[in-house]
């Protein structure tokens, strides 16, 4: 009954490719601006760590009803923590509440945990289908990605640091919105991976 | 006025209207990031039109109507474009 009304795993991968591309544009005007520019508006500073505490609260209700084995939990679970780890903890510098530029690492940490998380809970090889081979993709994507946010943290003002950390997010959102439910990839399609639609 | 002073002086000039020039196109980047999303969703819209189930919406159901995702691209070009571009690009322009 629930399942016949609730929307398809796909539409929420767009409805977070969504989020993560608005988070991707701010990010970008913020490292082209600078930092300076971008806190002449306070709220302007709340912006991307809120939408991205949000989007990790949101994650939590599509672990609950959207995960059917225990690894796939798992790998939900840590996306809403990290997200609402690196969410909070530059909310608690842009309030001023935390002081160290190292708590950009909490980024960083995300990214590697993201990334470990879609490797590690993909059980299919590349080609299996779709969904399979955006996994694998995400999954490096991220690992390669975390050392834009561990370079920032230690060079706050590195506009290369920045704007690939923001890319990262263009780039999530491009492939999420790309993901199917079931559906070939590149000319391949797993024989066991289902019926494709659409 | 000595020769060094007016040369410190234009070399002063020249480093203002460089950074002018600076800020002024950063201001233009960030005021074209909205437009260039909207551009992509536009193109994606065209490119992949099955994408857009309104275009043909007989028999959808009703999360299928919502799920438009290259309308979603759009949307967050314009949100961009008109909610945080304006006031970043002036910003930009009276930082000190």
Same mark, same amino acid.
């Given at each position: 009954?629930?399942?016949?009304?609730?929307?398809?795993?796909?539409?929420?991968?767009?409805?977070?490719?969504?989020?993560?591309?608005?988070?991707?544009?701010?990010?970008?005007?913020?490292?082209?601006?600078?930092?300076?520019?971008?806190?002449?508006?306070?709220?302007?500073?709340?912006?991307?760590?809120?939408?991205?505490?949000?989007?990790?609260?949101?994650?939590?209700?599509?672990?609950?009803?959207?995960?059917?084995?225990?690894?796939?939990?798992?790998?939900?679970?840590?996306?809403?923590?990290?997200?609402?780890?690196?969410?909070?903890?530059?909310?608690?510098?842009?309030?001023?509440?935390?002081?160290?530029?190292?708590?950009?690492?909490?980024?960083?940490?995300?990214?590697?945990?993201?990334?470990?998380?879609?490797?590690?809970?993909?059980?299919?090889?590349?080609?299996?289908?779709?969904?399979?081979?955006?996994?694998?993709?995400?999954?490096?994507?991220?690992?390669?990605?975390?050392?834009?946010?561990?370079?920032?943290?230690?060079?706050?003002?590195?506009?290369?640091?920045?704007? &690939?950390?923001?890319?990262?997010?263009?780039?999530?959102?491009?492939?999420?919105?790309?993901?199917?439910?079931?559906?070939?990839?590149?000319?391949?399609?797993?024989?066991?991976?289902?019926?494709?639609?659409? | 006025?000595?020769?060094?002073?007016?040369?410190?002086?234009?070399?002063?000039?020249?480093?203002?209207?460089?950074?002018?020039?600076?800020?002024?196109?950063?201001?233009?980047?960030?005021?074209?990031?909205?437009?260039?999303?909207?551009?992509? &969703?536009?193109?994606?819209?065209?490119?992949?039109?099955?994408?857009?189930?309104?275009?043909?919406?007989?028999?959808?159901?009703?999360?299928?109507?919502?799920?438009?995702?290259?309308?979603?691209?759009?949307?967050?070009?314009?949100?961009?474009?008109?909610?945080?571009?304006?006031?970043?690009?002036?910003?930009?322009?009276?930082?000190?």
């Amino acid at each position: 009954m629930i399942a016949g009304i609730m929307p398809q795993a796909e539409f929420v991968h767009w409805w977070f490719a969504t989020g993560f591309l608005m988070l991707g544009l701010i990010l970008l005007s913020e490292a082209l601006v600078g930092r300076e520019v971008w806190a002449m508006r306070p709220w302007r500073t709340y912006l991307w760590p809120g939408l991205c505490f949000v989007m990790g609260i949101l994650m939590w209700p599509v672990m609950a009803f959207y995960t059917n084995s225990a690894i796939h939990m798992v790998a939900h679970g840590s996306w809403a923590e990290v997200l609402m780890l690196c969410g909070a903890a530059e909310l608690g510098v842009a309030r001023g509440k935390l002081h160290s530029q190292y708590w950009r690492l909490t980024s960083s940490l995300a990214l590697v945990v993201s990334g470990t998380a879609f490797l590690v809970h993909e059980q299919n090889a590349w080609f299996f289908s779709r969904a399979a081979f955006l996994h694998h993709t995400l999954g490096w994507t991220a690992l390669v990605f975390a050392a834009f946010p561990l370079a920032l943290a230690f060079r706050p003002r590195s506009l290369v640091a920045a704007s &690939g950390f923001a890319s990262f997010f263009i780039v999530l959102a491009v492939l999420l919105y790309c993901d199917r439910d079931v559906a070939p990839i590149l000319g391949h399609f797993s024989q066991f991976a289902g019926v494709p639609h659409r | 006025m000595s020769a060094d002073f007016a040369h410190r002086l234009r070399r002063h000039d020249g480093e203002a209207l460089a950074d002018a020039r600076s800020r002024a196109l950063r201001a233009r980047i960030v005021t074209a990031l909205g437009p260039a999303t909207v551009l992509g &969703g536009v193109i994606w819209a065209v490119v992949q039109p099955w994408r857009l189930t309104l275009l043909h919406p007989h028999g959808q159901g009703v999360w299928w109507l919502i799920a438009e995702p290259p309308l979603y691209v759009i949307v967050v070009g314009l949100v961009f474009r008109l909610v945080i571009a304006p006031s970043v690009a002036e910003d930009v322009e009276r930082a000190p």
